[in-house]
């Protein structure tokens, strides 16, 4: 029997990569949706062949053939669409950010442990070959010791409209470090597999800002520069990991689909690694729907998502304070 996926918030994300997602992952059929909007909903389950549209969670959630619940409503509103879902016994995958604030994301890891379902963050950049492959490239010590990481994403304006929910601050909770930061904050840590333990950070303006840039140390002692912008799309995706005996190039690793290369560089010699071959939402939703299967905590959980609040709390605090803060791990 497939496993049962639904959707709430049914914007241009949901539209043209989780609904498609879902639709090619094996085992898996999307079979409800829901927004405020009923005839949007009905829209929506009309093109991509949904069976049932609603316009209330709590009767989505209701429904018995619904498994696991995507979220892909605005950044304010995860918590309180998370919770409804987990305490009706449903699984839940929540788009980047996991939450706007620590305490938020900590009652969501909680609310999943005691219903006993899977939580995880939405962070498909983990999910490439690519990234997947550095990973254990870092971590079999292909580069030595890594000493140093940069990483920066640009998304712009031009890709998704700014002038609505994301210009307001209850439910976006921030700018580009809330939104397209956690990408870069989860992806360094992903690669570097340690913690981020202690940040500076300036802003162009507050409280929605569209450019950051951040220095970090990691806990294993290797430093990093990350940043983001929500000005201009369409530019390099790249990142690099420098180790004490050659160093990594994620080429267009952080897009979505793929195209990307892995290269590693020592001394005279270049390998490619690998190459992504899949969309990283295919691949996000595959994880997910094998880890609820398995019964085991997902490659991008919710405590993953959790530990990238507490870095982006971090992050505003440095900016605020111009000074370098010492995260508060949960």
């Keep these: 029997m497939a496993q049962g996926w639904a959707i709430i918030g049914i914007g241009k994300l949901a539209d043209v990569a989780i609904a498609p997602a879902i639709a090619s992952a094996a085992g898996c059929e999307l079979v409800a949706v829901c927004s405020r909007d009923l005839g949007r909903a009905k829209a ?28 892909a409503t605005p950044n304010g509103l995860h918590r309180a669409h998370a919770l409804t879902a987990m305490r009706a016994g449903r699984h839940v995958l929540v788009d980047k950010p996991l939450a706007v604030t620590v305490a938020d994301g900590r009652e969501m890891v909680e609310a999943a442990s005691a219903a006993g379902v899977r939580l995880g ?91 950051f840039a951040a220095t970090c140390r990691l806990d294993n002692g290797a430093l990093a520069t990350i940043a983001s ?39 005279d010699a270049t390998t490619v690694l690998a190459r992504s071959t899949a969309p990283a939402y295919a691949r996000e939703v595959e994880e997910f729907a094998a880890a609820v299967r398995e019964q085991r905590q997902p490659n991008g959980s919710g405590e993953d998502g959790l530990r990238t609040i507490a870095v982006v709390d971090a992050l505003y605090r440095a900016a605020r304070e111009a000074r370098t803060v010492t995260v508060d791990l949960p």
Aim: include cysteine; charged fraction near 20%; hydrophobic fraction near 40%.
């Design 121 to 211: 963050t939405g962070f498909q950049m983990r999910h490439k070959e690519t990234n997947l492959a550095a990973r254990a490239s870092i971590r079999a010590g292909d580069i030595g010791r890594a000493v140093f990481l940069d990483i920066w994403l640009s998304a712009g304006k031009d890709h998704f409209p700014y002038d609505t929910w994301r210009s307001d601050t209850t439910l976006a909770g921030g700018g580009t470090v809330l939104n397209q930061g956690t990408h870069v904050i989860d992806l360094l840590q992903f690669l570097a597999d340690s913690p981020i333990v202690e940040v500076s950070c300036v802003t162009d303006v507050a409280p929605l800002e569209d450019v």
């Design 229 to 267: 912008n929500q000005v201009l799309g369409g530019t390099p995706r790249d990142w690099v990991a420098v180790g004490t005996e050659g160093w990594l190039e994620g080429r267009r690793a952080l897009a979505a689909p793929g195209g990307d290369e892995l290269t590693l560089h020592r001394g």
């Design 44 to 71: 929506f389950a009309g093109r991509h062949g949904v069976a049932t549209a609603y316009d209330d969670l709590a009767a989505m959630v209701a429904d018995d053939s619904v498994d696991v619940v995507y979220i």
